[in-house]
């Protein structure tokens, strides 16, 4: 199990929180990502590499309504 970093960033792009989360790899961290901070823009980070970034902000309902 790899230790990532979650920083969920503002409107101008500064940190607003940060967490911990564990996953076997990059895929499985990302999504775990996206089903705990859905609605936020999120980078994730393994140590210093920057793993990515994902903007669920944009991101609308299941089946594109709403």
Do not use: F
């Not at 607003?16 to 999120?42: F, H, L, T």
């Amino acid at each position: 199990m790899a230790h990532y970093r979650i920083y969920c960033l503002d409107g101008a792009d500064r940190v607003a929180s940060a967490d911990w989360i564990e996953a076997g790899d990059d895929a499985a961290a990302i999504a775990g990502v996206r089903e705990r901070w859905a609605g936020y823009k999120c980078e994730l980070w393994d140590g210093k590499r920057l793993v990515g970034r994902v903007d669920l902000r944009a991101e609308g309902p299941p089946g594109g309504a709403g």
